[in-house]
């Protein structure tokens, strides 16, 4: 048998070698000797839990929003210390971590990702601060839906989609009067000139406040390859119960790896949580099963997962990431009228002065979807009855 530093038989060989030579210094080396090897044994016996309370020390775990950091304690309990980097009420697309916390996360071995903006940029660095920590995405593989100014557009909302368009044309000619060869490319991405291959001015809403569009499209490209047509990409793909279930199945993979002698207790855990989502993702079924094909209304288009799931259709109010002009405005709140939407939703995490004016122009009730609550499961049964009654309030209107 192999024997590692840090195994329990390694640490109790040391403990022996230790009470061996404070036994020759008390009783001088012949009388050491004449000990049977049987008391040296009984005395490591004595101190071996110690030794086994260090090797059975949590093991630090980095997690970046509180929905992760609810599956991994769900499957690994005190077997781990999870930091969590994103707090209840922060935004995970304007985090930036701490001084302190870059300083914890050098000894931190585990980092397990889930795709949020701030780890594109943070993790490279805290990976160079600490070259000893694991780094898992947990997201890796999983179909990415894709949103920003594109939301509208990729749900088919075209009418939408080209009166933010529109809205775009406008603020680039406002910002960039005279400029002949900007106002021609923006053009082309109208259908101007049809036939045209570049097809970089599907993010133009995403570079609207910069001067050199097109250094920005090639950054774009490097970062995004084959997906720079489709938009950002959402990072909130643990709001869909059945994605959650493939990343539980990652992250206790890498758990059991790291924590061999709880493999079995992980796995147990595992499965009971694959079963208690199962069966989540058929109560929610079954609960918004009525509401096919319906929308709903939301300032920050985080649900998107979630609906898509469901066969639902969110609108966002947010815009590109910023409130909507007095025109969108006035857009968002003609098709709420037309749709008689009786619920806007909100959460936490975002200003809800746009929502709230909106609701008050339709009479209507403002409620509440957090995406990043930590208990994962009573905040998807709490947006599922969320939902619900903002279909039946529309339906009652």
């Known amino acids: 048998m192999s024997m590692h530093a840090g195994s329990p038989l390694a640490s ?53 929003v509180p929905p ?40 931190v071995p585990l980092y397990l990702a889930i795709g949020v903006p701030f780890e594109q940029v943070w ?58 060869e900007h106002h021609d490319e923006h053009d082309e991405h109208h259908g101007e000139h049809a036939g045209h291959e570049e097809h970089h001015d599907e993010h133009e809403g995403h570079d609207e406040h910069h001067d050199d569009e097109h250094a920005d499209h090639q950054e774009h490209d490097a970062q995004h390859g084959e997906d720079e047509d489709l938009g950002e990409a959402d990072p909130h793909l643990w709001l869909d119960p059945q994605r959650m279930q493939t990343v539980v199945e990652r992250a206790a993979e890498v758990l059991e790896a790291r924590l061999p002698q709880h493999a079995s207790e992980i796995d147990a855990n595992e499965q009971r949580l694959l079963k208690t989502l199962s069966e989540l993702d058929e109560q929610i079924a079954q609960t918004l099963a009525p509401y096919k094909g319906r ?17 639902l259709e969110q609108h966002a109010i947010e815009v590109s990431g910023r409130e909507p002009t007095p025109r969108e405005m006035a857009t968002l709140i003609t098709r709420a009228k037309d749709e008689n939407i009786g619920t806007i939703f909100v959460s936490g995490q975002f200003s809800q002065t746009a929502a709230k004016r909106i609701a008050s122009s339709l009479e209507a009730e403002v409620a509440v979807l957090d995406p990043l609550a930590e208990d994962y499961l009573d905040n998807l049964k709490h947006a599922t009855e969320a939902l619900k009654a903002g279909f039946e309030l529309t339906d009652s209107q």
Not at 296 to 309: C, K, Q, V
């Open 295 to 311: 929308n709903f209304l939301i300032f920050h288009p985080s649900f998107g997962y979630f609906a898509d799931r469901y066969s």
């Open 68 to 107: 992760i950091a609810w599956m991994v304690d769900q499957l690994a309990g005190e077997h781990v210390e999870i930091t969590t980097l994103v707090k209840p009420g922060d935004s995970p697309h304007a985090y930036d971590p701490t001084p302190r916390q870059v300083a914890e996360l050098s000894t």
């Open 123 to 180: 993790l490279p660095r805290l990976v160079k601060n600490n070259a000893e920590m694991q780094v898992v995405h947990l997201e890796e593989g999983l179909n990415t839906r894709h949103f920003g100014s594109g939301e509208a557009h990729d749900h088919g909302h075209d009418e939408a989609h080209a009166h933010e368009q529109e809205q775009e044309h406008d603020a680039h000619h406002a910002d960039h009067e005279g400029h002949e």
């Open 12 to 64: 109790r060989q040391v403990l022996c070698e230790k009470l061996l030579s404070r036994v020759q210094r008390t009783l001088g080396p012949r009388a050491a000797r004449a000990l049977p090897l049987s008391v040296l044994g009984v005395l490591a016996a004595f101190a071996t839990p110690a030794a086994h309370a260090q090797d059975s020390a949590p093991l630090p775990v980095a997690i970046s």
